[in-house]
């Protein structure tokens, strides 16, 4: 099913604007200045403060973007960021990271793993005093559960989003009592403290209809500092309250107040007090609303943020399944000025380099963009013609043999301004190689469900934001498919609906090294496989740039970590 191409026509001014923005204030952006103050960012930044400073009790309303219904995460549908802010407040999770990255077990629930020598076998001990909210006890038996749907082993309609790392295990090994567990695999998988976060309850991995409605707009079963979850669909406000069985350190927070609120209108929102805390980000006109207030009762945090910003080309349209037409969209869109337009408002550093696997931060990062990263409209034009998309002397958009034209459909949210410019400043750019590109505004929480997850869509911007430290997490989003083949393909989490077997062996032989050099060089190859498929094309990295009340501590840019600790997040005591 394909959406219907609606002309959207924005007013010239608008991009005028924009266009004028992109130098940051009309200063020339110097790249390697801009290099050296993205290294000079701190890997996070949370407004850090001990818990014995904070007071107990309090609300947070914490912003989201989108009031989001799925909230399994091993659903196609569920796999949002969204999703992992609430689920990381109310269910299990095996394993945090530190700002660099290095994993550990959380102990509420794993009391320890341990790794044999021949990297083959993982062993768990899980921590008996681990409940469910119905007071069944969290045990092996959840884990084996999870593993077996999320593999891809099960039968049935499980709608799986990936299989990542959960298909690389061979075999699960019952421990000596229902707490312990191990897992066995044929080769060394290097990822392996990425499993089981979040956890479900075994009963609603193990039954289909359990696993496409139990989590459906409810938590029905939680195991976190904070549970008892409501959703208002009047207000779009998720509420979760502090759980008073939880085992662990008590939560600060009496709950946590998540509210979907349209992007433009975060900033406005804060600065009326009806919200604590959001990601700013490039929302230039948020950042010109509130600059004044930093350090006077707000505060803005600076670090690498673990996400990057793109346009994702839809590999499986019938328009762009040829890869010379979508090397020809990224030679002909000039993504250092949709990153100046974004980034240049708010005076972050903006070094032209994306990498789809690895941040900035982390050890082995590189740009793989080559030429494809480049600005060359007329070697775009080359391609298609080599596609067999000509222009026909006095015509403006490109045709087949057919007679068909070259026209793509752009989605872009309708409650993001940053966004709509983004279509509008590419349908631009791309007409100049002549390739029609229809905008539509779309509604922002339809974005995702019902164009950009369904394939009914040709280009789009948005973010990937990672959920643990490792590369090889991303295969799912560039890898695949998750089952079947040629039209029965299920593509999962790869919104592309396109991927390589070169692709998806690199990813496979990532996922098992251990040896930190040859981990980054897979890395960048795979990286640089995905930039000659293109698809996706990368704009910049995303800018680690959160708004908070200034007394709202251990909140804010957690960057590779992944996670907040959320029983630590409170009020500063007065």
Known sequence: MRIGKVRYLAPVAALVMVASACGGGG????????????????????????????????????????????????????????????????????????????????TDYVLDAQVSDDGL????????????????????????????????????????????????VEEFVEGDDEY????????????????????????????????????????????????????????????VHRDEDWWGEPAKLDRIIFDALAIDGQATAFDNGEIDGFYLGYDAAGYQLLQEREGNGAYFTRAVNHGHRFVSVNAGSPELEDVRVRQALALGLNTDTLAEAALGPINWPITG?????????????????????????????????????TLEEGAEFRTNEDGDTLTLTWVASDDFTLAQNE??????????????????????????????????????????????????????????PVSGEGEDAEWGNNLSFHSTQEIN???????????????AELANEIDALIWDEVLTIPMFERPGLWVMDENLRNWGEYGVASDYVYEDIGWLAE
Do not use: C
């Open 121 to 168: 076998e993982v062993s768990y001990e899980l921590n008996p005093d681990a409940v469910w909210s119905d007071g069944e006890p969290i045990t092996s038996a959840d884990y084996e559960a999870q593993y077996l749907t999320w593999s891809g082993q099960r039968d049935g309609d499980f709608e799986l989003g990936g299989t990542t790392g959960y298909d690389l």
């Open 505 to 519: 062996d690199k990813f496979a032989e990532l996922q098992a090294e251990t040896d930190p050099d040859r981990y």
């Open 423 to 480: 279509a509008d400043i590419g349908r631009e750019m791309l007409a100049e190689i002549g390739v029609e590109v229809d905008v539509q505004q779309v509604p922002g929480n339809a974005l995702f469900s019902e164009y950009v997850i369904p394939g009914n869509y040709e280009l789009a911007t948005f973010v990937y934001v990672g959920s643990n430290p490792y590369a090889g997490d991303s295969a799912g989003n560039y890898g695949g």
């Open 180 to 239: 312990s567990f191990t897992l066995v695999y044929s080769e060394p998988y290097a990822e392996w403290p990425s499993l089981f976060s979040p956890l479900y309850p075994a009963e609603y991995m193990e039954d289909e209809e359990l696993f496409e409605e139990g989590y459906f707009k409810a938590y029905p079963v939680t195991a976190g500092p904070f549970g008892d979850v409501e959703f208002d669909d009047t207000t779009e406000r998720i509420i």
């Open 27 to 106: 200063e020339e952006n110097d790249p390697e200045q801009a290099q050296e103050e993205l290294a000079a960012l701190p890997a996070q930044d949370l407004n850090a403060a001990p818990r014995e400073d904070l007071q107990d009790g309090g609300d947070f309303v914490w912003a989201l973007t989108n009031y989001d219904e799925q909230h399994n995460m091993a659903h196609t549908q569920g796999n949002m960021a969204n999703v992992r802010r609430v689920a990381g407040a109310v269910m299990p999770r095996a394993f945090r990271w530190d700002a660099e990255g290095l994993p550990e077990p959380i």
């Open 353 to 389: 380099q994306v990498n789809r696997l690895l941040r900035s931060s982390q050890y082995g990062f590189e740009d793989n963009s080559g030429e494809l990263g480049g600005y060359d409209p007329e070697r775009a034009r080359e391609l298609l013609d080599e596609a067999g998309w």
